[in-house]
């Protein structure tokens, strides 16, 4: 805005001249996104997004969903542009509410989820006076978005807003951050919008395919095929073990990636694992790594006397596609040159359920394999107890896996939240950690009000387990009385299912094995969601 | 550090030189605090703090409390050192631990409250290979700090941490974040610290005051005397109304003061309204304002056809005392410099209780005040339902209120942890509206935890009400059938009766006047934490 007036606390008045029949920017803001396929709005507003609210009242074919804490809102973001491959918006209120939502702005952007993030700002007029709410909003923005962009009149919105879309189409960015001033939201577009053009998508690297089948072909059994996605496909899993069965190359994830199709049906991909140890060991006889999409590995945190780097030093790797692209063309372009032909996976025998003692990593796996529906979309929080769990369920019914790139927890309830409202024929089941489902409980209420078909698993083992194994690992020393207490969710012990309850979700507890098989077959049968406090041995 | 060893993947190792009595990093940067008079931390850490929870488990003189949510370690924190004068420390795990806790720290740095976040962060040579919780923690620091620091070396640490210790201390910074490398924690500190020496006070400008209290003495019932301080005491309230009774001035808190002495003891004071509307009403006839550590008032939010600044134009605005700075000396140079005598306060009638018809804000005020304990501190996050029990409560009992500068909801509860850890022999009073009490839940475990004094009545309009109420100020119509649920909190009703049980504190739902006087006496007298849900006329 460009008028003197706006900055002598004289605003030009709006209300005049715009209604529920002219067009603001709010207006445009939501009309390009929803001709740009955005037709989902996870939201937790202000008074600085009161016309935007009202524009997304008044737009056909955009839904807005209310969440009661702005990381419920950024996660249900992701999970939803996950499963439906495009992206939601988010409706966040000036920086506070943004800062709240930036956990798991950071996932969704370490797993390349798109996804547009719409935080109103105050009037540009009222910028100078430093109001309470005030922030640097584009500080905080830029930390956990590829672009922030802040239109400054309401005839550059729609054309920025597809501008950016177009961006999170082509891939070129994943978290777009639009901030938004509600002088900008309030006044009358005048303008006609341009649209650009989309920029075509860059073409195959046929020298780079041929170098890595090479490189494939002379490594045998010390080569190592590395993927990751935004979405590990059926075919991608097929085309990766004939890569392997041709090579001999081993044939792994990433630790976490983002979406993944397993089950049954498909053929069982290894993940890198998590701990550092593990890690090493599994990785420590690779001399040449082939990566697709992933990144090179790294571990997770940095300790004394382990390395950064999980791949052996002089370890050779190439890339034929950029960490988190597409990876289908790729992949069967590498198994053309190598004349790897795709077979069918081997059939597991079904999956038996876990029996009739404590719930322990085994049982647990057992329990949930044995009962997962067909279609089902499980949000993997488990931490400390969920490795035999992903084993298990390669012998379960066809499922997508949602894993958490960023590390940051309370990630899972909000990522159900948005996966169960994108598919709503498909059954979600969130396995959460405890202390994990701690930091976003508010998740609940939104599953509540959407009658969403989630089955929520807690494992309560009443600790920030992790911890308790990391102090020691980090040379910190061994947990004692004056530490424990700083890693212990005891006295009081949280009651998940007065917890549920209190948002609206039916509860139960189980400590048996066979309890919990049964409470998640019943669970997976009833509408809407349900929560499992699993007592853990 | 300057090691080049550190860069390439092959840290020098710490774990044999460092143990549980070599100090190390952690153990400055903790033992720096402690002799700063650093007492109390609130904490939610991760595996890369496990070296300062170590440092925290051997220091002697520093209590660790353990919070679910870091948006309750930082609210607490605020309300610790609002009650104790002195920083509390708050440690977060990386920048999605800092993001959860940043809201909160907003509402402190806006209050002046003095505060050491401490973050900690990946090893130095870690940061080089983007492992998925690596995020840029100093940009997002910045935007919620007064000064950010991140030491190069253990050697640094005390002297660092010391000078941003003096700084708070002096009020030239408040928020300062310590990001804390975690190989500067690990490794062992070799250098002898060196502190720096502590600057002295400013003075007092007597040509200011001389000024202003010929421009009040001018002004007569035009002029407008407005206090702010990170602490308005009985003494400064006395002083201002001596003031306001020597020259006829009207004399106004600023809307949101972060600690003010009130009750029955204390000369009363008037607010500047919240609604913009009634702030512009009040300051109509203002022809010379004061300000005494108070910022000139804007409106809290930019609406179309009202000003920014609420003081009338060609208003007089003369300033003797820094934004938020003490202002009982200056207070008293200008009684002086105008002869104004202290008198003691009108001894108001005593509070009766509010009636036995449903709970209004009316009858709230009058619950409150007629059961206010001795000494109380009334945490207020009211927002629609609150004014009229401000007002009633100036005839209560002798307490301190707090109120929320920032403006971010999810203040009070984690608020009221850090305040009745710092006066645990005072009864803490949280007053919070649903909505704002969704964002923080998680702080009721921490109450139960510690088994502290405090009651929390949600009062429950099942609404966003502020929002609707909002709307058609801001020019974006009424709520109708697209935009209301937008903003209701029905469908599911939260259960906060349930809520506070599940993590570990009593609840009870009261929806008349008679009960909630009942059952806020009952809570006042009961030890450790009660929760009322008060339903809403």
Redesign the interface.
């Known amino acids: 805005m460009t008028d003197p007036d706006r900055h002598d ?3 030009t ?3 005049s001249q ?3 029949n002219a067009p603001n920017g709010a207006d445009a803001l939501i009309g390009a996104l929803v001709e740009g396929g955005v037709d989902t709005c996870f ?1 937790n ?4 997004e ?2 935007l ?2 524009a ?3 737009a056909p074919g955009m839904t ?1 969903h ?1 969440c ?2 702005e ?1 419920v809102a950024t996660g249900a973001a992701d999970g939803y542009a996950r499963m439906t491959g495009r992206p939601a918006m988010v409706l966040l209120h000036l ?3 943004l ?2 939502g ?2 798991n702005l ?2 969704a952007k ?1 797993a390349a989820t798109p996804l547009v993030c719409v935080v109103g700002e ?2 540009t ?2 910028l ?6 005030a ?2 909003i584009e ?2 923005a ?3 978005s590829d672009v922030v962009i802040t239109p400054d009149t309401p005839d550059h919105v729609a054309r920025d807003t597809a501008d950016l879309l177009g961006r999170l189409t082509r891939g070129d960015t994943r978290v777009g951050t639009v901030v938004m001033p ?2 900008v939201a ?1 006044s009358p577009v005048s303008a006609e919008i341009t649209r650009p053009d989309p920029r075509p998508a860059p073409a195959q690297d046929a020298p780079a395919i041929r170098a890595a089948a090479d490189t494939l072909r002379a490594a045998g059994n010390k080569g190592l095929l590395l993927l990751g996605a935004p979405r590990l496909t059926r075919r991608a899993a097929a085309l990766a073990s004939a890569i392997g069965a041709a090579t001999g190359c081993a044939v792994r994830t990433e630790a ?1 990636v983002a979406r993944m199709e397993r089950g049954r049906d498909t053929h069982p991909l290894t993940r890198v694992p998590f701990h550092v140890d593990l890690a090493l060991e599994a990785l420590k006889d690779v001399a040449q790594a082939v990566l697709v999409g992933a ?1 090179e590995p ?5 300790y ?2 382990r ?3 999980l791949l052996p030093e002089g370890c050779g790797v190439t890339a034929i596609a950029p960490p988190l692209s597409d990876i289908e063309a790729p992949l069967a372009a590498l198994a053309e040159a190598l004349g790897a032909a795709t077979t069918a996976p081997v059939t597991a025998p079904d999956a038996s359920p876990g029996g009739d003692g404590p719930i322990t990593p085994d049982t647990l796996g057992a329990s949930v394999a044995a009962t997962l529906p067909e279609g089902a979309i499980v949000v993997d929080e488990s931490i400390t107890n969920g490795a035999p769990m992903f084993t298990a369920c390669a012998a379960a019914a066809p499922h997508d896996w949602l894993n ?5 927890i ?1 990630y899972s309830m909000p990522v159900s939240v948005g996966a169960a409202t994108a598919c709503p024929d498909r059954r979600v089941l969130c396995v959460t950690g405890d ?1 994990s489902a ?2 976003t ?2 998740a609940l ?1 939104t599953m ?2 959407g009658r969403l078909d989630v089955t929520v698993v807690i494992l309560a083992n009443r600790a920030y387990r ?2 308790a194994n ?2 020691s690992k ?4 061994r947990p ?1 009385g ?2 424990m ?5 005891t ?14 979700v039916p509860g139960v507890r189980v400590d048996t094995a066979a309890d919990l098989t049964q409470a998640l077959a019943r669970a997976h049968a009833t509408p809407g969601p349900t929560l499992i406090e699993a007592v853990l041995a």
Chains 1, 2 share one sequence.
């Open positions: 606390g004289k605003p008045s709006a209300t715009t209604g529920p939201a507003p202000g008074t600085t009161m016309h609210v009202a997304l009242g008044r807005t209310l009661l804490f990381g920086g506070p509410g800062a709240n930036m956990a950071h996932n370490k105050h009037a007029h009222h100078a006076y430093d109001a309470p709410l922030a640097d500080g905080m830029r930390t956990v509600n002088d309030w976490a990144r790294v571990a997770f945190f940095a004394p006397d390395p950064s780097r958490n790139r960023g590390g940051s309370g202390g701690a930091y409980p508010q209420w509540a009000r992790i911890l990391e102090m980090i040379g910190a020393g004692d004056t530490t207490p700083m890693m212990e969710l006295d009081p012990t949280p009651d998940w299912v007065k917890i549920a309850e209190g948002h609206g």
